[in-house]
């Protein structure tokens, strides 16, 4: 029996073919929109809260600078961005778990000189790249280095402490945050351009680091300006110099390494923000568009620059800038180390502090 000859005499062929076409475009729309939902989701990132992962313990300089500039990135991006501390082996235990988490943009580091410059000149089997395992996102601030020694070291100036160190070889205790850390690698410049050799004094994180040397447990360290201003205006521990062109504001008294007599000892310890390999482009551009408004938020500025820190430009801020910044960072360090071999020191201890207890992950919320 033909379709037009169906009881009734009507011809079914237009509604047959009417339904074949609105099934084609019901195909359609579920392909466009299976397609189309990566993007869509990219789009209206974030729809959750975002982690922050901060290598060395609450309280620290990265972990200070990290809560000023997340609470402010948490308001413009309207998601909690919630600060998580994992300490352990100079930082790099917090970057390999940021290396290692999905690509999607609600997992960043905040990394620094250590981290993604110094630590790879000190240790070649580093396992992880600085510069293939991680998107930048931007530079956030740089922190002042300054040389300190405990209050009764038998020397006034960077000077005497160079001469005492160089006549007693293994003698004198240098307290550091771990391999890769900021207070390890520019103390390691500073042993470069001297030639002393201390016995290394590891601790998990500058804060115990500082109360050690404030205590006269450890004899100096190299630490970043935020950590220490308390204690010298205190007078528990002496500052010889600070590794920078100009004198900071917030501390006037003290140096420059030029003016010490060490012009060589240029150390600031910048931070900035790293998200894992492969995260989106867009999604970058957000957390980098998000992270320069902070910086230029009044309030952020106030605080950052309270702790003695230098702000970055807005054209130092970039991924393209921050992607630059640390290629030259690992070129500057692996120059410094190799004139040095690190692996050949007088002697290294472990702190004996509670400090150093198995890590446990502490977390925060920045919004």
Same mark, same amino acid.
């Given at each position: 029996?033909?379709?037009?000859?169906?009881?009734?005499?009507?011809?079914?062929?237009?509604?047959?073919?009417?339904?074949?076409?609105?099934?084609?475009?019901?195909?359609?729309?579920?392909?466009?929109?299976?397609?189309?939902?990566?993007?869509?989701?990219?789009?209206?990132?974030?729809?959750?809260?975002?982690?922050?992962?901060?290598?060395?313990?609450?309280?620290?300089?990265?972990?200070?600078?990290?809560?000023?500039?997340?609470?402010?990135?948490?308001?413009? #991006?309207?998601? @909690? +961005? %919630?600060?998580?501390?994992?300490?352990?082996?100079? /930082? !790099?235990?917090? =970057?390999?778990?940021?290396?290692?988490?999905?690509?999607?943009?609600?997992?960043?580091?905040?990394?620094?000189?250590?981290?993604?410059?110094?630590?790879?000149?000190?240790?070649?089997?580093?396992?992880?790249?600085?510069?293939?395992?991680?998107?930048?996102?931007?530079?956030?601030?740089?922190?002042?280095?300054?040389?300190?020694?405990?209050?009764?070291?038998?020397?006034?100036?960077?000077?005497?402490?160079?001469?005492?160190?160089?006549?007693?070889?293994?003698?004198?205790?240098?307290?550091?945050?771990?391999?890769?850390?900021?207070?390890?690698?520019?103390?390691?410049?500073?042993?470069?351009?001297?030639?002393?050799?201390?016995?290394?004094?590891?601790?998990?994180?500058?804060?115990?680091?500082?109360?050690?040397?404030?205590?006269?447990?450890?004899?100096? #360290?190299?630490? @970043? +300006? %935020?950590?220490?201003?308390?204690?010298?205006?205190? /007078? !528990?521990?002496? =500052?010889?110099?600070?590794?920078?062109?100009?004198?900071?504001?917030?501390?006037?008294?003290?140096?420059?390494?030029?003016?010490?007599?060490?012009?060589?000892?240029?150390?600031?310890?910048?931070?900035?923000?790293?998200?894992?390999?492969?995260?989106?482009?867009?999604?970058?551009?957000?957390?980098?568009?998000?992270?320069?408004?902070?910086?230029?938020?009044?309030?952020?500025?106030?605080?950052?620059?309270?702790?003695?820190?230098?702000?970055?430009?807005?054209?130092?801020?970039?991924?393209?800038?921050?992607?630059?910044?640390?290629?030259?960072?690992?070129?500057?360090?692996?120059?410094?180390?190799?004139?040095?071999?690190?692996?050949?020191?007088?002697?290294?201890?472990?702190?004996?502090?509670?400090?150093?207890?198995?890590?446990?992950?502490?977390?925060?919320?920045?919004?």
């Amino acid at each position: 029996m033909r379709i037009s000859e169906f009881p009734g005499g009507k011809d079914l062929r237009p509604r047959l073919i009417r339904r074949r076409r609105l099934a084609q475009l019901y195909r359609m729309v579920i392909a466009f929109s299976l397609f189309s939902l990566p993007a869509l989701a990219q789009t209206i990132y974030p729809t959750k809260e975002v982690t922050l992962i901060v290598p060395f313990a609450a309280g620290g300089p990265t972990d200070m600078v990290a809560r000023i500039v997340s609470y402010r990135m948490s308001q413009l #991006l309207g998601q @909690q +961005i %919630v600060v998580e501390n994992i300490v352990g082996t100079g /930082g !790099t235990t917090a =970057a390999i778990r940021a290396k290692r988490s999905a690509p999607d943009g609600y997992t960043i580091l905040m990394g620094h000189m250590g981290t993604h410059a110094a630590a790879l000149a000190l240790n070649p089997k580093l396992p992880y790249s600085p510069t293939e395992d991680f998107e930048p996102i931007g530079l956030t601030a740089s922190m002042p280095v300054l040389i300190l020694a405990r209050k009764g070291f038998p020397a006034a100036t960077l000077a005497e402490f160079i001469e005492y160190a160089q006549h007693n070889p293994g003698k004198i205790t240098m307290a550091h945050a771990g391999v890769g850390s900021v207070s390890f690698a520019t103390c390691e410049m500073l042993s470069s351009l001297t030639g002393i050799q201390p016995v290394l004094v590891a601790f998990q994180g500058t804060g115990p680091a500082i109360n050690a040397l404030a205590k006269g447990h450890v004899d100096y #360290l190299c630490d @970043q +300006i %935020v950590n220490v201003v308390p204690q010298l205006q205190s /007078g !528990t521990v002496r =500052a010889f110099a600070i590794g920078t062109p100009r004198r900071s504001p917030a501390l006037p008294d003290v140096p420059t390494s030029e003016e010490a007599g060490l012009p060589d000892f240029r150390a600031s310890a910048w931070n900035a923000l790293f998200a894992p390999k492969r995260t989106p482009p867009d999604i970058i551009e957000k957390l980098s568009s998000a992270l320069s408004q902070a910086l230029d938020d009044d309030n952020t500025r106030k605080q950052l620059l309270a702790l003695g820190a230098d702000l970055p430009a807005p054209a130092e801020r970039t991924p393209q800038a921050l992607s630059e910044l640390v290629k030259s960072e690992i070129a500057k360090w692996s120059i410094i180390v190799s004139s040095r071999s690190v692996g050949q020191q007088p002697s290294t201890q472990t702190a004996a502090s509670p400090a150093l207890i198995s890590a446990q992950p502490s977390t925060s919320r920045g919004f």
